[in-house]
Structure formats: C-alpha cells, structure tokens
C-alpha cells in the first residue's frame, strides 16, 4: 500500500542542538518528497523538496534533507535548532499527479 | 512558490447554515485545485480535487452534497459547507497545482466553526 510513515509523533530537542525528524514511505515508482512546516493555526509552508540529482538537498531556515532510495527514506535535518522551530512537521510524497500524500506529522518542542 | 490565499481565514456560523470558503492563486494559473481537512493534531486529509471548469473528484466517505467545490477559473476555487453541523468545525486548506505538476502550493487555511 502507499503510505508515508512518520513514526516519531512528539521530538523535543533543546534549542542549539541538532535534530533528525524521519520519514519513510512505500512506494514503487519514482517518489517526489516534500518537507512541510505548520505553525499552530496556520497554513504549510514549503521547507525543502527533492525531485531528482543531489540526494541531499537544501532547505530554508538551515534544513537539510537526504533521500536514501535504498531506505525509502527522505529525513530532515537541522544543525542548531532555534526556538521558533517549534512547529508541526509534514513529509509528505508525490505518488503520482495530483496525488500527495501525508505522513501524520511530528510535532517538534525547543525546550530553552 | 506560487501564492495561495484564502478567505475568510476564519469563520464562525450556526449550525444548519452554510459557509462559503474562497482560495485564489494569486500569480499562478491553477489548472488543479486541492481542498483538505485537517482536525487538531492531525494530518491533512484530502476531501476532493477539482480541475478547472470540470466537477470535483471527491474522496471516498466525502459528503458531496455537503461539501461544494466549484472550480469556475484558473485562479479560483470554493468550498461551500451546505447545512454546517458542529462535526463540520475544522481547519480547511485548499492548495493549487499545475498541468501535470507534482508539486501544490498552500493556502493559509480557514478555520471553522459551527456552533
């Protein structure tokens, strides 16, 4: 079945420190990933997408990803961690046009 | 990205009335409309897709004739709640997509509530 999984549903990490939230996914052709941030009450805001090339990919706000296809994973990571990253984070997986789908989010806390 | 607005950003209505949402890509011409709901703490559940001047394609268990989508320009699409219910508050987010595009880009989504 395809689905995105992101089995961490809570992450509090201290603020200056590093972070990995994990995505996986089951799918059988060529994924197309995206990283979402959602701050309380707003709307998705794109962090960082991977299409083809460097499996590594930047982001905003010092985000990074990697797709490892041997894996099906396509985790984010950050460096140093600022307070205002406190925020829902979605993986979420092009599985053809039209049609992408979520994972159910980690919700990420920066305890001072 | 493309710019995806919506309004009203948040609403408050009685129950048995209806409610009329607008997403407007802003400086893309969106070929493919998205609607989605998403409860507290939850993921983003898609409700239908709407391509422009054709009729939406909703998911399975989405009431139709509740949920109103037209989809009349490339640079609009509603979301018309018929009959609200209190199980009908939620946040709504529409987003917009291109011709075979893989990518969608988000509105801010409106909140509401039926009281």
């Known amino acids: 079945a395809q689905s995105v999984t992101q089995p961490d549903i809570h992450i509090t990490v201290s603020e200056g420190a590093s972070l990995e939230l994990r995505c996986n996914y089951s799918?059988?052709?060529?994924?197309?990933l995206f990283w979402y941030v959602q701050s309380p009450g707003q709307g998705l805001q794109l962090l960082l997408k991977?299409?083809?090339?460097?499996?590594l990919v930047q982001g905003i706000k010092g985000f990074e990803a990697e797709f490892k296809r041997s894996q099906s994973s396509f985790n984010l990571r950050c460096p140093s961690v600022h307070w205002s990253d406190a925020a829902e984070y979605f993986c979420?997986?092009?599985?053809?046009?039209?049609?992408?789908?979520f994972g159910t989010g980690t919700r990420l806390l920066v305890s001072p | 990205g493309a710019v995806v607005s919506q309004h009203p950003s948040w609403v408050i209505c009685k129950s048995g009335t209806s409610v009329k949402i607008e997403c407007r890509s802003l400086?893309?011409?969106?070929?493919?409309m998205f609607w989605y709901r998403q409860f507290p703490k939850q993921s983003l559940m898609l409700m239908a897709t709407?391509?422009?001047?054709?009729?939406?394609?909703?998911e399975q268990g989405v009431e139709k004739d509740k949920f109103l989508i037209n989809h009349a320009s490339l640079t609009l699409s509603t979301l018309t709640v018929t009959s609200a219910h209190p199980e009908d508050s939620s946040f709504y987010i529409c987003?917009?997509?291109?011709?075979?595009?893989?990518?969608?880009?988000f509105g801010p989504g409106t909140r509401l509530t039926v009281t």
């Open positions: 987003s917009a997509g291109g011709y075979l595009s893989y990518e969608q880009y």
């Open positions: 400086d893309f011409q969106a070929t493919t």
């Open positions: 799918y059988g052709a060529t994924p197309y």
């Open positions: 991977y299409f083809s090339g460097d499996t």
């Open positions: 709407s391509n422009e001047g054709s009729k939406a394609t909703y």
């Open positions: 979420a997986v092009a599985m053809g046009f039209q049609k992408l789908v």
